[in-house]
């Protein structure tokens, strides 16, 4: 049983992992807060959880339908959608305003790590079809199995946006002005990017 669950760990953090790492608006956004601030993936964690624990804990109590309902669906992509596109907009607006000083998102890490979270709304659709398999099988070995599951699948995220903004403050003093306009610029149209697809994907 131990060397089963052990093993289910390690799947469990391959495929968190596989999730957290690509590129998408919250890796955008921990780039933008990691400028500012070197420990801001570890706020941005906690706000990815503040969203994630609760969901993770509703779908083991049996609310995964929930989540891929059309009508809930469509709401999550359309509000989702807007924020991303403004928060991308923002970025835009102050890095042509100032010289490095003011480029940021318009809220904190903690709250970033929750609107980037809840404005997704394939996060959602993965847990409630890869997530789902996922808390089924850790919860076959018990509550504790679930709340180990929890904190590996979740420090997977920590240790990743950690990585990012650490990267990212300690190298900064390396970059050049144009380096930052295409850093940034390209971190706001991700933003965008995804903000109109969201937008686009519930529509259609």
């Known amino acids: 049983m131990t060397e089963s669950f052990g093993l289910f760990l390690l799947s469990a953090a391959g ?15 921990t780039i933008t807060k990691g400028y500012r601030n070197g420990n801001a993936g570890i ?13 993770m804990a509703a779908i083991y109590l049996g609310f995964a339908r ?24 923002m970025v835009v607006r102050n890095l042509r305003r100032s010289q490095n000083s003011s480029i940021d998102l318009p809220y904190n890490s903690l709250v970033t790590g929750i609107v980037m979270t809840g404005a997704n709304p394939y996060f959602f659709v993965w847990w409630a079809t890869i997530g789902i398999a996922l808390i089924a099988t850790a919860a ?3 509550i504790i199995g679930l709340l180990i599951f929890a904190v590996v699948h979740w420090s997977c995220d920590l240790v990743w946006s950690q990585f990012i903004s650490m990267s990212v403050f300690r190298t900064r003093h390396l970059w050049t002005r144009k380096v ?6 390209t971190c ?17």
């Open 66 to 89: 929930f989540f891929i309902y059309p009508q809930v669906k469509t709401a999550i992509g359309l509000v989702g959608g807007l924020m991303l596109i403004f928060m991308g907009l």
């Open 188 to 204: 706001a149209s991700v933003l965008v990017g995804f903000g109109i697809w969201f937008c686009i994907s519930v529509l259609t």
């Open 180 to 185: 930052e306009i295409i850093v940034f610029s």
């Open 43 to 55: 706020s941005i964690a906690l706000g990815h959880a503040v969203v994630e624990i609760p969901l």
């Open 15 to 29: 495929i968190s992992l596989s999730g957290v790492m690509l590129p998408g608006p919250l890796t955008a956004a």
């Open 140 to 142: 076959g070995f018990g």
